[in-house]
């Protein structure tokens, strides 16, 4: 399984300069591999082409040799570093989970989410706790690629470890491909098998 992106440029309709200019990035489903850059370098909006929520842009996106749905559900799913972002705050939990599979009591205890929280809305809950609904909400059983930025950045440290560990756990088990986005160079280090630096294939 590759997920790979080709001749990526972007700039926003209100900018001059390109932001991604002809990046080529190719990611297998066979290692964890980390992308890196400064902030405001571009790796946000990557992410979001390379999982279909940025459409308008020069290139091509394909999974083996697909191009990404226009409808229905994406592949490639995208984990965003603020969860309270991308949650109606009018759904309870439960109705969050269920938008995208039957989440079974088995994956609600290993991301350490208690029931209770099912009837919450997510204002409700802490950051730590939204995040945890957030990564498992990712992890559809039709999901290939998982993209991860800064996922666990806003996280205590016991947290970060705790949800790493059972992404990286379903990842390995599913054999889905992981990019993970982070300024922790320790972590990259640590988990992945393979660091690729963004000014090393943005050639603005």
Aim: hydrophobic share 35%.
């Amino acid at each position: 399984m590759e997920l790979k992106g080709t001749n990526i440029s972007f700039k926003y309709s209100t900018a001059h300069d390109y932001l991604l200019k002809d990046i080529n990035i190719e990611l297998n489903n066979n290692k964890v591999t980390g992308l890196i850059g400064d902030s405001g370098s571009g790796k946000s909006t990557l992410c979001k082409i390379l999982s279909n929520y940025v459409r308008k842009y020069e290139g091509e996106v394909t999974l083996d040799g697909n191009k990404l749905p226009k409808k229905g559900f994406c592949p490639v799913q995208l984990i965003y570093q603020h969860p309270e972002k991308v949650m109606n705050p009018k759904w309870k939990m439960e109705r969050v989970l269920e938008e995208s599979f039957g989440i079974d009591d088995e994956l609600l205890s290993e991301f350490g989410i208690q029931k209770s929280w099912l009837t919450r809305f997510p204002q409700e809950l802490s950051g730590g706790e939204l995040q945890r609904f957030s990564v498992l909400r990712s992890l559809n059983p039709n999901t290939k690629f998982l993209i991860a930025d800064e996922m666990t950045t806003m996280l205590d440290a016991i947290t970060q470890v705790q949800i790493l560990d059972s992404v990286l756990k379903i990842v390995k088990k599913r054999k889905m491909g992981f990019l993970l986005v982070s300024h922790d160079m320790d972590l990259v280090d640590t988990i992945c098998d393979d660091k690729i630096y963004l000014k090393d294939i943005n050639n603005i």
